[in-house]
């Protein structure tokens, strides 16, 4: 890889190569070097206006590359300069393995954490059987919508798990009735009035990320 060159503190736009197609991605590093970890965002649903850029996904982005991680943003196949078309889940976990991928051939060596919100949470989940990650943050995951297939696997590593309690798109019920069928469960932390976007409520976000990554240093 001809590794792409990041100012400190910045974001490049670039394309990396998916399981058959490419992928528009924004990678971010922190802004002090050299990055602790790595981290791959994935975004809602592309059916429904989801991208990169939503602002849940940024924020989590931001707040990640804040406490020292390298982190890719990326458009699954058929969103915005993304080729391809939408593959109702399967081929967007095999977009977000390739990320995984590209991100760990950029820099070597350094633990991993997946993240995700809403059908971005869900693919993550899924993706982290195969991507192995360090750690997993799941913001509002829509296992409901997905009842027509397996339950993803436990992700085998420290899981944060973030909903609102009045989310008008995925049920806070349901979700927490699927987390605690898991074996440890995640940690399931409630918030409440931040529907399911977090309008006005961001910090919300960067303070979940923060006082997990306390809680959980990232290690290989």
């Given amino acids: 890889m001809n ?18 197609t490419t992928l528009n991605a924004l990678l971010s590093v922190p802004l002090t070097a ?35 991680f390298a ?14 078309t939408h593959d109702h889940g399967q081929g967007e976990t095999d977009d977000c393995v390739a990320a995984v991928a590209w991100m760990r051939e950029y820099r070597p060596g350094l633990p991993l954490l997946l993240a995700g919100f809403s059908f971005g949470a869900y693919i993550s989940l899924k993706a982290a059987t195969p991507a192995r990650p360090a750690g997993l943050i799941s913001i509002a ?39 605690l069928t898991y074996q440890p469960p995640p940690q399931l932390l409630t918030v409440e009035g931040c529907g399911h ?22 290690s290989s």
């Fill in 141 to 179: 995951p829509p296992f409901k919508y997905f009842e027509h297939e397996p339950r993803p696997p436990h992700p085998n590593c420290p899981w944060l798990a973030l909903h609102s309690t009045d989310d008008e798109v995925v049920s806070y019920d349901d979700t927490r009735r699927e987390l």
């Fill in 71 to 84: 982190v890719l943003r990326f458009d699954f196949r058929g969103v915005g300069k993304s080729a391809g």
């Fill in 34 to 68: 050299p990055a602790t970890g790595i981290a791959v965002v994935c975004h809602p649903h592309p059916l429904y206006g989801g991208s990169m850029t939503n602002k849940v996904v940024t924020t989590l982005g931001s707040s990640l590359q804040k406490r020292g």
């Fill in 197 to 218: 976007f977090f309008h006005g409520r961001l910090n919300e976000i960067q303070r979940a990320v923060s006082v997990f990554l306390d809680a959980h240093p990232m």
């Fill in 3 to 20: 590794a792409p060159i990041v100012a400190p503190g910045q974001t490049l736009e670039l394309t990396i190569p998916g399981p058959s």
